[in-house]
């Protein structure tokens, strides 16, 4: 049996399915809430779904590996208790009962702790390569914070699980992930914007040198880091920090045009302000080096952005 948390979310819901597709017996850890987050859990089998207060029931079933995809993921959050205790205080807790009963722990960093990019996209682990960077928000600390103390077990030579590995997602983009409001993907809400009637509505550059919409993002697939995981958990002879994107930058704009093109129609982009909490606190280029988890063996090409764009708009047209 497989452990995922935050698997009715969107990372981790794909995961469950794939997990469902390899004849795995999958226990979710999450809140389905009162909306329609349960959807994403639509036709898969689930061994157990127990909410994250009930997590020592969870580790009581011993799971052969646990993913920990649960966090407290928007970017804008301001309660520092409530980050803390999710996105440091339980996976330090997932790290120690893995080490302890010598299960792999695969989790989720994120890209937004490279902050606005100054020190680079390398996926380093070492003590010193983390403590150059600085995340932009609350929730790009937290994530960083985790990796940083992994790091410093490491180099104390502390206990760890036989298999650890964390994934700095880059801008996942893809199938359920419709309850995120907000922080859902661009991706998105231009499909929504252009199926409303109106024009993709793009964030206006507040940098100089930057045109209107030629802020660039490393958008990655989420059937990518799905793979991404599935290869993992098929090598457990490999860990590591990772970078998990696309490895290619590219612009809103052509995001925006690769909705347009998925929906059979002419690009037509206009440009608004860029809000006032986002000012100063807003990556303009992110990009993914890939040559780590490329020497770890790692094979798959990842998706170019049009022809995930164009399947995930197919997906959208398919299950509204």
């Known amino acids: ?87 440091l205080t339980l996976p330090l807790r997932l790290w120690s009962w893995c080490a302890e009963h010598g299960v792999p722990l695969i989790y989720a960093s994120s890209a937004a702790t490279y902050g606005d990019g100054a020190e680079g996209f390398a996926d380093e682990e070492t003590p010193e390569a983390l403590a ?48 995120k409001g907000r922080m859902a993907s661009v991706a998105l809400h231009k499909y929504r914007e252009i199926l409303a009637g109106g024009p993709a509505r793009l964030f206006a550059s507040d940098r100089e040198g930057i045109p209107d919409g030629g802020q660039m993002r490393d958008f990655v697939h989420v059937g990518d880091c799905v793979r991404v995981m599935l290869w993992l958990l ?6 590591g920090l990772f970078n998990c ?8 704009g052509d995001l925006a045009r690769a909705v347009f093109a998925g929906l059979g129609r002419a690009p ?37 952005l049009e022809d995930g764009v164009a399947d995930y708009v197919a997906w959208l047209q398919r299950n509204g």
């Open 1 to 87: 049996m497989i452990l995922v948390t935050g698997g009715a979310g969107f990372i981790g819901s794909n995961l469950v399915h794939a997990l469902n597709a390899r004849g795995e017996e999958v226990v979710v850890v999450d809140r389905l809430g009162e909306g329609d987050k349960w959807r994403n859990l639509e036709g898969a089998v689930l061994a157990g779904l127990l909410p994250p207060e009930r997590m020592e029931e969870a580790l009581a079933l011993r799971p052969r590996a646990i993913l920990h995809m649960g966090a407290i993921s928007e970017t804008t959050v301001r309660d520092g208790d409530l980050v803390a205790a999710t996105n």
């Open 234 to 239: 098929d090598h457990p002879g490999v860990s």
């Open 132 to 179: 150059r960077l600085r995340p932009l928000n609350l929730y790009g600390w937290s994530k960083h914070a985790f990796d940083r103390r992994v790091a410093q077990m490491l180099a104390l030579g502390l206990p760890r699980p036989p298999q650890w590995a964390g994934l700095k997602f880059f801008n996942v983009y893809g199938p359920r992930e419709g309850h």
């Open 268 to 304: 037509e982009i206009e440009f608004v302000p860029m809000p006032e909490d986002l000012r100063g606190k807003y990556q303009y280029f992110t990009e993914a080096p890939l040559a780590k988890l490329r020497q770890a063996g790692y094979p798959h090409p990842p998706t170019r």
């Open 245 to 252: 994107g696309s490895g290619e930058a590219r612009s809103f």
